[in-house]
């Protein structure tokens, strides 16, 4: 499976992005998806999943209230609707996908198979 991340960029404080996770899998509805982050000198963490069966999220303590992950399995696409974006959220977002069964997830690197090469953003004014 080979994952696409995209949409990141440069956006002010309080503004919005939408990221996508483009999948090349046949199929996308079994795979449980991720979305990590990494900030220059900080060990990468675990933003938000959605289950592969699209029951079931997950979100870091501070993206709560401010992140939505969704995802189309028609268009074997992710998405995360980022909103209320602070300096803080200032990192590169990798998407990630594993082969997980169920209706919860777990933001663990180590739980998934298959990683993008990461979109950029940067909250600054």
């Known amino acids: 499976v080979q994952l696409q991340a995209s949409g990141g960029g440069l956006v002010q404080p309080g503004g919005s992005l939408r990221l996508s996770c483009a999948a090349s899998a046949r199929t996308l509805d079994i795979y449980t998806i991720a979305w990590f982050r990494q900030a220059p000198g900080k060990e990468r963490e675990g933003v938000s999943c959605?289950?592969?069966?699209?029951?079931?999220?997950r979100y870091a303590d501070s993206v709560k209230g401010r992140f939505t992950i969704s995802r189309d399995n028609a268009k074997r696409t992710v998405y995360l609707q980022m909103n209320s974006l602070k300096p803080e959220d200032t990192a590169v977002y990798y998407c990630a996908a594993g082969p997980i069964p169920g209706n919860s997830c777990q933001n663990l690197d180590f739980l998934y198979d298959y990683w993008g090469q990461g979109t950029l953003v940067t909250v600054s004014s």
């Open positions: 959605i289950s592969s069966t699209n029951i079931g999220t």
